[in-house]
């Protein structure tokens, strides 16, 4: 049986010290080997940007894409090969601004996957730019005089899209990260988990300290219940979207595959997809 070492490679992350990144790498490590799987069960896709690198830093199938469209590629694997477990990754900036448009599609279709976003409220590749979820006033080298706009509020939007598990962490709490992309993983549809994971190089405001002061757990609140999405809308907005662990979990929502009409349960990869002579001059003679 496969450990966390065996998703290990030979890549050096060339991220900066002390990047929130590298926690997520670890526990994305940890989580795939604590569910049981090998490293040719998993495929990371990744988009662009800091976290992207990501795919390349995981001994598994790996696919570093374009920017702000892992999803559509994620997608595109797990629909091709329902038997590999899918990983997309990517940062903030790249799911929640050039990639929006797919977050949300890929949310309410609910393939059976997990996303992961290293949330770091900057863009830290290009060196310090304001981020959809840069809070209002935030001042960075595109925003001198400080934002005018206000952050997107990622959590609520997702559960608003019809999302069947929404979950968030931060990436100084690499246990309850692991076990959340545990469950991200054994979730049966698409699994959203945005991790707070510091760019200690560019943003200077949210800090790990900053995080810690701020972020309230949700196993402190007694009686919080992730079945009641009304619940978990409510606690999202009473602390401004900063908590950590399982927000939301519908299970009885069937995944994209399930409702698929007529789809064989084996991948693509794995089905002989040679015409019979029967076939071939069937489908010749309805086009002569
Ligand atoms: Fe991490 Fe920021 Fe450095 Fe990028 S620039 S590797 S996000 S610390």
Redesign the pocket.
């Known amino acids: 049986m496969a450990t966390f070492k065996d998703f290990r490679n030979s890549v050096k992350p ?3 010290p ?4 590298f926690s997520v790498q670890a526990a994305m490590q940890r989580a795939a080997a604590n569910v049981g799987l090998e490293p040719e069960q998993l495929a990371v896709i990744s988009g662009i ?3 992207g690198r990501i795919s390349g830093y995981i001994n598994a199938y790996g696919y570093h894409g374009i920017h702000g469209r892992a999803l559509p590629i994620a997608q595109g694997v797990k629909m091709a090969n329902r038997e590999l477990t899918v990983i997309a990754s990517g ?1 903030d900036g790249d799911g929640f601004a050039i990639g929006m448009g797919h977050t949300v599609h890929a949310i309410r279709r609910n393939i059976d996957m997990t996303y992961i976003v290293m949330d ?1 409220q ?1 863009y ?2 290009t ?1 310090g730019q304001t981020s959809p979820r840069s809070e209002a006033g935030f001042k960075t080298k595109s925003t001198p005089a400080g934002s005018i706009e206000s952050a997107l509020s990622v959590m609520e939007l997702a559960l608003t899209a019809g999302a069947t598990f929404v979950a968030q962490s931060f990436s100084s709490d690499l246990k309850g990260l692991t076990s959340l992309i545990e469950q991200g993983i054994q979730h049966k549809g698409f699994s959203l988990i945005n991790v707070f ?7 200077k405001i949210n800090t790990y300290d900053w995080f810690k002061e701020h972020i309230t757990d949700l196993s402190a609140i007694e009686g919080y219940d992730p079945s009641n999405r009304m619940l978990a809308m409510q606690t999202l907005m009473e602390h401004k979207g900063l908590v950590t662990g399982l927000i939301y979990q519908d299970k009885n929502k069937p995944s994209y595959e399930e409702m698929v009409k007529g789809f064989k349960p084996e991948g693509l990869a794995n089905q002989s997809l040679e015409l019979s002579e029967e076939d071939f001059t069937k489908l010749v003679n309805e086009f002569m």
Not at 18 to 21: E, N, V
Not at 197 to 203: E, G
């Open positions: 060339n991220w900066c002390g990047c929130g990144d940007g800091c976290s940062g770091n900057i830290g590749l060196k994971s510091p760019c200690v190089t560019f943003n």
